[in-house]
């Protein structure tokens, strides 16, 4: 997914430019940003067992940071599916809840696929304003920090 976001470009040439001094500044920005989205994420993931919403991982590194599902069935939720083959069985408990036949769920996905919910793009656009916020704020430390 692609995210637009105003004065990264200017953080990224203080980072190219001062990488020692930007450093820090850079990472609290990509961490807060990273928890800026999971906590949308939390908001706009549909419930189930609650592992799509609370399984995460976060992963910050030197100018870098990456927000993952451990979620196998995530990439699903967020694109959907083409038609394939899904065991009755395997469906029993989340069709129970529903009050829904597995089976005739099972035969749907099979014929249909599965219809898109793509919870994480909304999360990110709900985190745009947000994420914003944290790289002017690290633009600005790390030229106050420059100028002393």
């Known amino acids: 997914m692609k995210l637009e976001i ?4 200017k953080l990224i040439k203080l980072g190219n430019l001062f990488p020692s001094v930007a450093e820090k500044h850079i990472n609290t920005a990509i961490s807060r940003s990273l928890v800026r989205i999971l ?17 995460w991982t976060i992963d910050i590194g030197r100018f870098r940071g990456v927000l993952k599902s451990n979620a196998k069935y995530s990439s699903a939720i967020e694109y959907g599916t083409k038609p394939h083959f899904v065991s009755g069985e395997t469906l029993k408990p989340w069709a129970a809840k529903r009050g829904l036949n597995p ?13 898109a919910n793509p919870f994480f793009k909304r ?26």
């Open 103 to 115: 089976w005739a769920v099972s035969k749907s996905i099979q014929k249909k696929g599965t219809k």
């Open 6 to 9: 105003k004065g990264l470009d």
């Open 39 to 55: 906590g949308k994420q939390k908001q706009e993931a549909p419930v189930n067992t609650g592992n799509l919403r609370d399984n």
């Open 123 to 148: 999360s990110l656009n709900n985190a745009e304003s947000g994420i914003e916020k944290e790289i002017a704020k690290a633009i600005n430390d790390t030229i106050k920090q420059i100028i002393k």
